[in-house]
């Protein structure tokens, strides 16, 4: 007994524990770039030129997932890892910041942003949201809904954070390309 109390000093006094250290919690973005940061987002009085929507369960910050395979029905939130805004003003920026200029407003309904595990070993990321773009006198309106997902390089946190960062530039690049094909009369 005295010589597991001596290793057990020993390995105190040297910052050794017998219990693992706490994981310390992560705050993830997109990944912005310098170059496109949200801080380049135009701030003058004027409306954004798209805007994201999305329904009260997806205005916190926790980062989602389900486990398809056992309890399909249940939202589940990662404890040590978090966005650093909720995903509506983290897309919402990101769209803002791609540099396309948008002739017309833009809203985007978001619905599902959350990462699915098939099974144990096996995850992807999942949205789904509605574009709309409005015409200047708000009578001409063009809609479409977007499903889109990616597996995850891992199945964990850190494995949605990376499908989430390539899926809402995907999920831009989409937007993009559906609004270029539209001919709504540009606002007066």
Known sequence: MKTLMTVMLILIANGCSIFPHPRPSAV????YSISNAPSEINTS????PITVEAPKWLSDNHIRYRLLYSTPTQVRFYSLDRWIAPPPELFEQLLNASGKQWHNPVTIQLQVFEQQFDTLDKAKVVMHFTAIITAGDKAKVNKRDFHLQLPCPTPDAKGAVSGFTQL?????DKIQAWVATQNLASPL
């Open 28 to 31: 993830h973005d997109f990944g």
């Open 45 to 48: 009085t004027q409306q954004s």
């Open 168 to 172: 809402t530039k995907q999920a831009v």
